[in-house]
């Protein structure tokens, strides 16, 4: 494989679902999606989940088959609605695409709206009255993260879908395409590194992977080499920091994390973040080798939280997770 492939492309762009029956992971969803398609009547439509899981494929999606290859483009728009939180995203960029008429005979045009939960409490009113006006001649599909934050007057509008987390079954397949259509060769620890950094994400297991390929282009792609390029911590090497802290020697989990942190370049968010993640799913060989109560882990994963909030509020990395460590080893003496 040579480097210049590697830089040239984005492997995101290059490998987007262009089908709904392309999309991961969403059986479900997508089958009900394809019957909207087949009919071409398709109602204002809400998207709601995680980053990385196929929502914006599907709108994608959805135009293409609907439209043609030929057409959707003059029929289909994309917004992102973090860019413009305010009123004037309604005001001019939708309602100006909203109220011409569909192009090449489609029955409609579709808007999608991606991060609409990003839209302040005024926009959102705003296009509730838009999608209300050009129900017509326009479709209107909303994404977010959080359907909690999309006014009510809009969800009572939508079909609501909910996309979840990708299996590790789903990335490990769609990864597995993409290394032979590279001709890259991943051993199975690096599998195992690049579901573990995309937690559910596709996107992020992607890019993953192409930032390895561009380091190791004449060898396998290892799990050294997939926690190296995207700056996250050995599992094992939390949970080996974690049991120090925990049996009570804490001035080497310090060393330990000092190391995490200035030698290895970790974020301590990041760092918290991978805490967490093995404290929640601590096994029962580990718990009863560590002879912790149901209680400990409770309060273990409350200090957790409390030093996550603490740092998304500016405090000091070094400081809050020292603290977070003396606190692990000290709650085996009480």
């Known amino acids: 494989m040579e480097d210049s492939k590697i830089k040239e492309e984005i492997w995101i762009e290059k490998y987007r679902p262009v089908r709904l029956n392309q999309v991961a992971g969403q059986d479900e969803t997508i089958e009900r999606l394809k019957s909207y398609v087949a009919t071409k009547n398709l109602p204002h439509l809400l998207f709601s ?87 017509s001649n326009c479709r209107f599909i909303l994404s977010c993260n959080y359907s909690s934050k999309i006014i009510e007057p809009i969800q009572s509008r939508c079909a609501v879908y909910r996309f979840r987390r990708l299996s590790d079954e789903a990335i490990k397949e769609r990864l597995e395409y993409i290394a032979g259509d590279q001709g890259l060769s991943i051993t199975e620890g690096g599998y195992e590194a690049l579901i573990y950094v995309a937690q559910g994400d596709m996107r992020k297991a992607v890019n993953s992977l192409q ?34 802290a925990l049996r009570g020697n804490f001035r080497i989990a310090r060393k330990e994390l000092n190391r995490l942190l200035y030698e290895e ?70």
Do not use: C
């Not at 080798?289 to 070094?318: C, H, N, P, Q, Y």
């Open 49 to 135: 989940g995680p980053p990385g899981v196929g929502k914006t494929a599907s709108a994608v999606s959805i135009a293409r088959e609907i439209f043609g290859e030929d057409l959707w483009r003059e029929n289909f728009t994309e917004l992102n609605a973090s860019d413009e939180r305010g009123i004037d995203i309604v005001r001019n960029k939708i309602k100006n695409f909203a109220k011409t008429a569909p192009i090449g005979g489609a029955p409609f045009k579709i808007i999608f709206l991606d991060e609409a939960d990003a839209l302040t409490a005024d926009a959102q009113s705003a296009l509730r009255r838009t999608m209300e006006r050009f129900s």
């Open 211 to 244: 930032a390895a390929a561009f380091i190791d282009t004449d060898k396998s792609i290892s799990r050294e080499t997939i926690y190296r390029t995207t700056a996250t911590a050995n599992p094992e090497e939390i949970k080996n920091l974690i049991e120090t």
């Open 265 to 334: 370049g970790l974020s301590g968010e990041d760092i918290v973040g991978q805490i967490y993640r093995v404290v929640s799913e601590m096994d029962n060989l580990m718990v009863l080798d560590l002879g912790l109560t149901e209680r400990d882990i409770v309060a273990l994963v409350d200090v957790i939280g409390e030093t996550d909030f603490r740092l998304t509020e500016g405090a000091s990395e070094k400081i809050q997770l020292e603290a977070l460590l003396a606190h692990f080893a000290l709650s085996r003496e009480n």
